[in-house]
Each structure stands twice: as structure tokens, then as C-alpha cells.
């Protein structure tokens, strides 16, 4: 089992910046892939990017290129998600997400752990 838990979340006015970070504990010593994804209230829950378990792959969706960045510290067991440039759409409760295996992992299904998620809001 692994554990995740997100910080970093908060108001914004558009055009900041926020930077989330996901510290995982429990069964670390495993390869893990690892993706931020993002749920803004009535729609789905999308994701906004992903990294491979050493790093040197990531994957981000198009409303987000460009003005976030994933990175990940195995060292640390944590993952982060650098976001600038906020718009008011970026808006919604954020999800930091673990799949056991080393390959990159763009959807939702194949994250077997989740955090509990953290509050995103970019005002006007």
C-alpha cells in the first residue's frame, strides 16, 4: 500500500503561480509512475500530467503545455507539479496519483493509489 498526500493548493489570482507537491509513505521501495490529475466541479476528472518512474519521461495534457511542470525526487518519495501562468480554468480540486510500474501512464485507470486531493482556485 502507498500512501499520498498533497499540499501546496490554494487561491490564486490568474497569471500566478502555485507549486503542488504529493509526498507518498508506506510501500515506496517499489517503481512507481506518477500523475497529476484534475476534477473542476460538473466534469470529469482529467489529467493534467505524468511522469515516468525515473523521470526522463512526462506527459502533459494540451490545456496545460506550457505552463506546468512535473517533476519527481525518488530520493524523497514526492512528486511535484510547478504551475504557472494560472487561468481561471485551471480551477478545481487537484489529485496526485501513484501506478506501480515504471512506464508513463496517461489515464486514470491504471493509477492504483490516490491522494485525497487538494483545492486549486484561480480567481479573475
Known amino acids: 500500500q502507498v500512501q499520498l498526500v498533497e499540499s501546496g493548493g490554494g487561491l490564486v489570482q490568474a497569471g500566478g503561480s502555485l507549486r503542488l507537491s504529493c509526498a507518498a509513505s508506506?510501500?515506496?521501495?517499489?517503481?512507481?509512475?506518477m500523475g497529476w490529475f484534475r476534477q473542476a466541479p460538473g466534469k470529469e476528472r482529467e489529467i493534467a500530467a505524468a511522469?515516468?518512474?525515473?523521470?526522463?519521461?512526462?506527459y502533459y495534457a494540451d490545456s496545460v503545455k506550457g505552463r506546468f511542470t512535473i517533476s519527481k525526487d525518488n530520493t524523497k518519495n514526492t512528486v511535484y507539479l510547478q504551475m504557472g501562468t494560472l487561468k481561471p480554468e485551471d480551477t478545481a480540486v487537484y489529485y496526485c496519483?501513484?501506478?506501480?510500474?515504471?512506464?508513463?501512464?496517461?489515464?486514470?485507470?491504471?493509477?492504483?493509489?490516490w491522494g485525497q486531493g487538494t483545492q486549486v482556485t484561480v480567481s479573475s
Open positions: 496519483a501513484a501506478s506501480q510500474t515504471k512506464g508513463l501512464r496517461i489515464t486514470a485507470p491504471l493509477y492504483e493509489y
Open positions: 508506506g510501500r515506496t521501495s517499489s517503481s512507481y509512475s
Open positions: 511522469i515516468n518512474w525515473s523521470g526522463d519521461s512526462t
